[in-house]
């Protein structure tokens, strides 16, 4: 079985930063699929950024040039730097770890971000 946990999430002001973290324990896999999500009061939940274990990264359009997502395969960490954060980047973010080789995954708790404007 594998663990997600999320951290990091927080009340900023739009302008600023935060940075999210997220712990995969278990029985982890080196080819693998880690990732980002967020989900708003009355919204669908949507992608915000993926990394495989090789490195490639995808991001939503919303979200390009401001937030970076990246991974330690050695801690099996992946982290989301949120840069110049908006009042509609709030939401429930959530992580989520995957084999390459299954479409199914493995959630986490989530973790709350709220952005005053």
């Known amino acids: 079985q594998v663990q997600v946990v999320e951290s990091g999430g927080g009340l900023v002001q739009a302008g600023g930063s935060l940075r999210l973290s997220c712990a995969a324990s278990?029985?982890?896999?080196?080819?693998?699929?880690m990732g980002w999500y967020r989900q708003a009061p009355g919204k669908q939940r949507e992608l915000v950024a993926t990394i495989t274990s090789g490195g490639s990264t995808n991001y939503a359009d919303s979200v390009k040039g401001r937030f970076t997502i990246s991974m330690d395969n050695a801690k099996n960490m992946v982290y989301l730097q949120m840069n110049s954060l908006k009042p509609e980047d709030t939401a429930v973010y959530y992580c989520r770890y995957r084999r390459t080789a299954s479409l199914n995954g493995v959630w986490g708790q989530g973790t709350q971000v709220t952005v005053s404007s």
């Open positions: 278990g029985s982890i896999v080196s080819s693998n699929v």
